[in-house]
């Protein structure tokens, strides 16, 4: 899950972004949501970014390409075998079996409908726009599209994705995370395909020592938390606040959104409401009252992560794939999940999705294919070994409420996925707002927040 990066009829505009999860969004595998490691909220970056074609090609995707697998599902909507034609997929690595998974589903497709060869290129995160890119430039636009953004798809390149998938298949997909697909013009662009969800995590044995006996609700309550624990001394704070360049947007959004405020105000995104002042004010009294890791302004979510993970920081908003890594590498520190406090006390939680979404590539043929193939993927059998590889969390109703079963550990996270709150990710102002939070959101540890406020408006318009 990497940054949010909109798309033009011309090419993909290049920012910075993980989520989520997180991702980086999420982080050092990308953020979008938010940073972290290994299944950070976003993907992992450890694959070569290797190219693949169908199950009998090795070609890089070229004209289209996609793959597809299933039964009916896959069937042409007459029960007929699709005419013979080509599609492509372009996907990011999220770790080292995304090839494989991919091409586990493609050569089941092939399988049902053996006319339709799909091509599949898999990208690393670090240069994944940068391969967007290159194929829409060259007029080569994969069928679909695996990516973390589509703020402004809607000119001319995508399909609306209700087109190219079934109502039934829509409706499999979690509402609270489908609701993340639509655009700012009320047009469902994109259907996630994986998920972050953002909590509380707060070292219970620091809380123990703090003598702090419940999990704080409130901003008041957390910053009261947070002094105790900064008292114990020995280099501990008490909240980690990441303002760095990785992902300063998710962390201002949480407190942004913990006073019941929201960056969009219409169809505009407002950086200078008395909502985001109170929220920067209260992160000031955090920063000022020296409860948080110092130079917030420079520390990344994987920075603070690793002061949680050494027992140096009491609690800081996290996704699944940083507490995992808490979990399997420093199993001494002892952690709990809850619900992100705001200044009312009630608890929310921040996510991050990435998307499927469909060029229109003006070809009858592939569009048909297209749409069986992405039927395919989001059943059952298939979307949920696809999802697992990931290493991030489902986003079909099914698929959640097995793994909140099977997974007691990440079972917050799971249940989070239903009230999980976005980034305004579909207005094509935000990739101008992100990048203006992620330079200067930072510079709240030394200035006031009116200032800092003023100049991430500023960037933004001068941006959007």
């Not at 829509?170 to 013009?185: C, H, Q, V």
């Amino acid at each position: 899950m990497k940054k949010s990066i909109p798309f033009t009829a011309a090419a993909v505009a290049a920012s910075f972004a993980l989520a989520a999860c997180g991702s980086n969004n999420a982080a050092t595998a990308p953020p979008a949501a938010g940073g972290g490691s290994s299944a950070a909220a976003g993907a992992s970056e450890t694959s070569a970014g290797d190219t693949v074609g169908s199950s009998t090609s090795g070609d890089t995707a070229g004209s289209g390409a996609a793959s597809s697998e299933n039964g009916s599902s896959a069937a042409a909507p007459d029960g007929q075998q699709l005419p013979a034609t080509t599609i492509s997929v372009l996907a990011p690595s999220y770790a080292d079996t995304s090839k494989a998974d991919w091409q586990k589903i493609i050569d089941s497709f092939k399988a049902i409908q053996p006319n339709v060869e799909v091509k599949l290129q898999i990208e690393p995160w670090t240069d994944f726009t940068a391969k967007v890119q290159a194929r829409i430039q060259a007029n080569d636009m994969p069928d679909i599209l695996n990516d973390n953004n589509f703020g402004e798809a809607a000119d001319g390149l995508l399909y609306p994705i209700d087109e190219v998938m079934s109502a039934e298949t829509l409706k499999s997909i979690e509402p609270a995370l489908l609701k993340n697909g639509l655009s700012s013009d009320g047009k469902q662009w994109a259907a996630p395909d994986i998920a972050t969800s953002r909590l509380l995590a707060y070292n219970t044995e620091l809380f123990k020592q703090a003598g702090i006996a419940g999990v704080p609700k409130t901003w008041d309550e957390m910053y009261a938390a947070a002094d105790k624990i900064t008292k114990l001394g020995n280099g501990i704070t008490g909240y980690g606040m990441p303002l760095g360049p990785e992902e300063a947007q998710a962390e201002a959004t949480v407190w942004l959104y913990g006073t019941g405020g929201n960056w969009a105000q219409g169809d505009k995104l407002n950086a200078e409401t008395p909502q985001a002042t109170e929220a920067f004010t209260e992160m000031k009294k955090f920063i000022d009252g020296k409860v948080t890791q110092p130079n917030v302004g420079a520390s990344n979510r994987q920075d603070v992560a690793n002061l949680f993970d050494q027992g140096k920081v009491g609690m800081y908003v996290a996704h699944s794939g940083l507490t995992a890594e808490t979990r399997a590498k420093f199993k001494n520190i002892k952690f709990e999940l809850a619900p992100i406090p705001t200044k009312s006390g009630n608890g929310i939680s921040y996510g991050v999705t990435d998307y499927i979404l469909a060029f229109n590539n003006k070809d009858e043929a592939r569009k048909a294919a297209t749409k069986a193939f992405l039927d395919f993927f989001y059943s059952s059998d298939q979307y949920a070994a696809w999802y697992k590889g990931t290493g991030l969390l489902p986003a079909t109703t099914d698929a959640i409420a097995a793994a909140t079963k099977q997974d007691a550990v990440n079972a917050p996270f799971y249940q989070a996925l239903k009230t999980v709150q976005f980034t305004p990710i579909g207005n094509p102002q935000w990739s101008a707002l992100q990048s203006a939070l992620q330079s200067t959101a930072g510079k709240l540890q030394d200035q006031a927040p009116a200032d800092v406020l003023k100049e991430i408006q500023a960037q933004m318009q001068a941006g959007g």
